[in-house]
């Protein structure tokens, strides 16, 4: 006699609307956000764009004051997509290397990290801008605690990044390519 066949029944664990996991945009209410005042507090908000494994692809530039400016900043950053420039540069003082987005002259997104190779800058740039079109933009807010905040307050560490030579020793993109016709070069 045969014994009767199993049969397993699989339980779908996606989320409603059944697609594949997406990045997304969300939103961080820095607590205790720096102000002119030195004994005064004020509350701060900003984007992240997150992949779907939830790592960080890049970060507002700004912080702002509410969570309506914050959504209307990533609703004009996806409005004007097509009008984005993107800037790679080597920080002077670290040699490491940082990517910027700005729209009409103004920085929007910046790097959520420094990278130690331009090709791992340029690769997470590009990863940045795939995800920017299609990204899904996150209901509420996460609070971040207190102490150093995951943004520069007010101005951004890197907004007035400009374009400049990479330092002494480090390799541009330019490098990486051969030119028509040369030798690869081995060291």
């Known amino acids: 006699m045969r014994c009767p066949e199993r049969v397993s029944q699989s339980v779908d664990r996606r989320p ?18 720096a102000v002119d005042d ?3 507090m004020a509350e701060a908000v900003t984007w992240m764009l997150v992949s779907p494994n939830n790592r960080p692809l890049g970060r507002a530039a700004l912080t702002f004051d509410s ?14 997509f097509a009008a984005l420039r993107s800037t790679v540069a080597a920080v002077e003082s670290s040699g490491h290397w940082v990517w910027r987005v700005d729209l009409a002259g103004a920085v929007v997104g910046i790097s959520s990290r420094s990278y130690l190779r331009a ?9 940045f801008l795939e995800a920017v079109p299609a ?3 996150a209901a509420g807010t996460r609070s971040v605690r207190v102490g150093r905040p995951p943004v520069p307050n007010r101005g951004g560490d890197t907004a007035a990044l400009t374009a400049r030579p990479a330092p ?20």
Request: net charge positive; hydrophobic share 45%; glycine share 12%.
């Open 16 to 33: 409603e609307g059944g697609g594949v996991q997406q990045a997304r945009f969300v939103f961080l209410a820095l607590a205790a956000a």
């Open 38 to 40: 030195p004994g005064a």
């Open 67 to 80: 969570l309506a400016a914050c959504r209307d900043g990533v609703q004009a950053l996806r409005e004007g």
């Open 119 to 127: 090709r791992e800058c340029h690769y997470n740039l590009a990863r």
């Open 135 to 137: 990204a899904v933009v």
């Open 168 to 187: 002494r020793g480090a390799r541009t993109r330019a490098q990486d390519v051969p030119a028509p016709g040369a030798r690869p070069r081995f060291s």
